[in-house]
């Protein structure tokens, strides 16, 4: 089966997960809150708001070193927990305290997250055609497994992580494993991705149909390729051109 896209006719779609499909980046910085107050009292709204952008966005090389073997889960999340609060002058131990402050980030974590307001009208649309779907992710398989079922996704069956096939996105067999699982072609396969370099960009040149899902509409001149700005945007009809906002 089928469905009329933005950008042609597909027969599968594969997505990413983390704040595509689930709002992490919502769960992450009110986890952080909740499990970091009692270290930065007093701390106002725009050193949250820092807090968080260290932790979410400033300290990603840690979990690049973690996608490359070089640190466990739990040390990449500890070592950013660290850079986080030591920028407020808090130093974060080894030891109890340390472990302490992982379980309980992991606990809370969790608890808060949740899929998107668009992700459910988008699977509804697939399943009607009977178009198959999945997820790609740059996590192992069992823990993005939890995350979906948590979010309410478990009707997301088809799931490829890093040990799936033992490499991360951008290369081409993570995306390509997954398109082998839906049973479609490469190049009648979305993928979409709010990560424009590997998604989008990765996606496409493993020679899938790579959409970046660019929800705050930032502005990046070098990137031509194809984009929206709501999974919703996705089954509508053809634009005139290859970018879609």
């Avoid at 192992?140 to 033992?166: C, F, N, W």
Wanted: aromatic share 8%; no cysteine.
């Amino acid at each position: 089966m089928a469905i009329a896209s933005s950008f042609g006719t597909i027969r599968g779609v594969l997505f990413d997960i983390d704040d595509t499909l689930v709002d992490l980046e919502y769960a992450m910085t009110t986890a952080l809150r909740d499990v970091s107050e009692h270290l930065l009292p007093g701390l106002d709204q725009a050193g949250w708001v820092k807090f968080g952008r260290i932790f979410t966005h400033e300290t990603t090389h840690f979990y690049d070193r973690y996608l490359a073997g070089e640190l466990t889960f739990n040390e990449q999340r500890l070592l950013r927990g660290r850079a986080a609060l030591g920028h407020f002058g808090v130093e974060l131990d080894d030891g109890e305290d340390a472990q302490t402050w992982v379980a309980e980030y992991h606990q809370r974590q969790t608890a808060y997250v949740r899929a998107f307001s668009d992700v459910e009208a988008v699977l509804d649309a697939l399943d009607a055609a009977g178009v198959p779907y999945g997820a790609v992710s740059n996590n192992v398989h069992d823990y993005q497994r939890a995350k979906l079922d948590g979010a309410g996704l478990s009707r997301i069956k088809i799931l490829v992580g890093t040990d799936t096939v033992g490499v991360p996105k951008p290369d081409p067999a993570i995306y390509l494993e997954g398109v082998r699982l839906l049973g479609s072609a490469p190049g009648e396969t979305l993928y979409v991705g709010d990560n424009r370099l590997l998604d989008a960009d990765g996606a496409t040149a493993a020679g899938l149909v790579g959409v970046w899902l660019n929800r705050t509409g930032e502005e990046v001149e070098e990137f031509t390729g194809r984009q929206v700005d709501s999974l919703s945007r996705l089954l509508v009809a053809a634009p005139s051109s290859s970018r879609s906002m």
